[in-house]
T-cell receptor
């Protein structure tokens, strides 16, 4: 069965520190998608990235970077030079092939990131 | 930028009452979804809707729940007889297309609304 594990419940860092949020997934499919969403204190879900299982290239977007490793079933998210505005709950999610048209996402339990000034 | 709009932002209802949560998806989107998040917990898929019918639903989405697209713009989630455990944040989402099997193609992003916090007392 598909599963997403975010073992870090809460992380606290000081501004300008780098921080990595871990995500490990389980799936029997060879075709799947992985996502990261940000949930700020205001509560909405903000899309950060989508990665399909065929593309293991790491991605960088400004201070954000993602490391996808199929060999370890991990899709980790790094924030470089963290800022107070990065404080939020971050969710990793998985979508399997049979649910593609349904956009059925299986979310992890989230990691609460607190960036202190 | 187009966005998914949900109303109300917060609803309080008495146990046993019916509640309707409303969503206005992005106008050219064809796929619609409801997710919920019990306070402090993970986000959970409820249902997906395409071409005026449910395409997939989770175990949570039992007979107490229904969805409808009553007109060309709204997408609603109805809970017939609310229970205390229905208290949660409910997110609506929409996408122009579903995901595809090869990871190709555009416009497969699902946009989430800001959520409706439902409190059952």
């Amino acid at each position: 069965a598909q599963k997403v594990t975010q073992a870090q419940t809460e992380i606290s860092v000081v501004e300008k520190e780098d921080v990595t949020l871990d995500c490990v997934y389980e799936t029997r499919d060879t075709t799947y998608y992985l996502f990261w969403y940000k949930q700020p204190p205001s509560g909405e879900l903000v899309f950060l990235i989508r990665r399909n299982s065929f593309d293991e290239q790491n991605e960088i977007s400004g201070r954000y970077s993602w490391n996808f490793q199929k060999s370890t079933s991990s899709f980790n998210f790094t924030i470089t030079a963290s800022q107070v505005v990065d404080s939020a709950v971050y969710f990793c999610a998985l979508s399997e092939a049979q649910s593609f048209s349904s956009y059925k996402l299986i979310f992890g339990s989230g990691t609460r990131l607190l960036v202190r000034p | 930028e187009p966005e998914v709009t949900q109303t109300p932002s917060h609803q309080v209802t008495q146990m046993g009452q019916e509640v309707i949560l409303r969503c206005v998806p992005i106008s050219n989107h064809l796929y619609f979804y409801w997710y919920r998040q019990i306070l402090g917990q993970k986000v959970e898929f409820l249902v997906s809707f395409y071409n005026n019918e449910i395409s997939e639903k989770s175990e949570i989405f039992d007979d107490q729940f229904s969805v409808e697209r009553p007109d060309g713009s709204n997408f609603t989630l109805k809970i017939r007889s609310t229970k205390l455990e229905d208290s949660a944040m409910y997110f609506c989402a929409s996408s122009e297309r579903g995901l595809d099997g090869m990871g190709m193609g555009m416009n497969t992003e699902a946009f989430f609304g800001q959520g409706t916090r439902l409190t059952v007392v």
